[in-house]
């Protein structure tokens, strides 16, 4: 009974393992190709480029292709120049915070070990 159970719990971890261990699925409906990030939730549709399978890329969903889309308008423009300027501004000060943040776990390790180093 008790090597059933063992083997029983060793295939379901198996398969646990094995679902988890691939995050790409890929499927399609009669027209498209599309890929699904497990990981991430996001999905990609294959862009046909006219020639062999292999020159296809994928594209995440949401995405224009700069290929096939229309010039944008000025006001388009500005807002994403605008945008991308609130972007990377937020990114500066996520990194500065986690510089900050980095530091301070370092100073708190040093003064563990410091104190344990000096305990002994």
């Given at each position: 009974?008790?090597?059933?159970?063992?083997?029983?719990?060793?295939?379901?971890?198996?398969?646990?393992?094995?679902?988890?261990?691939?995050p790409w699925?890929?499927?399609?409906?009669?027209?498209?190709?599309?890929?699904?990030?497990?990981?991430?939730?996001?999905?990609?549709?294959?862009?046909?480029?006219?020639?062999?399978?292999?020159?296809?890329?994928?594209?995440?969903?949401?995405?224009?292709?700069?290929?096939?889309?229309?010039?944008?308008?000025?006001?388009?423009?500005?807002?994403?120049?605008?945008?991308?300027?609130?972007?990377?501004?937020?990114?500066?000060?996520?990194?500065?915070?986690?510089?900050?943040?980095?530091?301070?776990?370092?100073?708190?390790?040093?003064?563990?070990?410091?104190?344990?180093?000096?305990?002994?």
């Open positions: 009974m008790l090597k059933g159970f063992a083997r029983l719990w060793i295939v379901l971890m198996l398969c646990y393992g094995i679902l988890n261990a691939q699925v890929m499927f399609s409906d009669m027209d498209d190709t599309y890929l699904y990030d497990q990981a991430s939730g996001q999905v990609y549709i294959r862009i046909k480029k006219g020639g062999k399978n292999y020159e296809d890329t994928f594209v995440k969903m949401g995405v224009q292709d700069s290929i096939h889309s229309k010039p944008a308008s000025k006001a388009q423009k500005t807002a994403q120049r605008d945008s991308k300027a609130t972007e990377s501004k937020q990114e500066n000060d996520a990194q500065k915070e986690q510089q900050e943040l980095i530091k301070k776990a370092q100073e708190l390790q040093r003064s563990i070990q410091g104190s344990i180093l000096g305990g002994e």
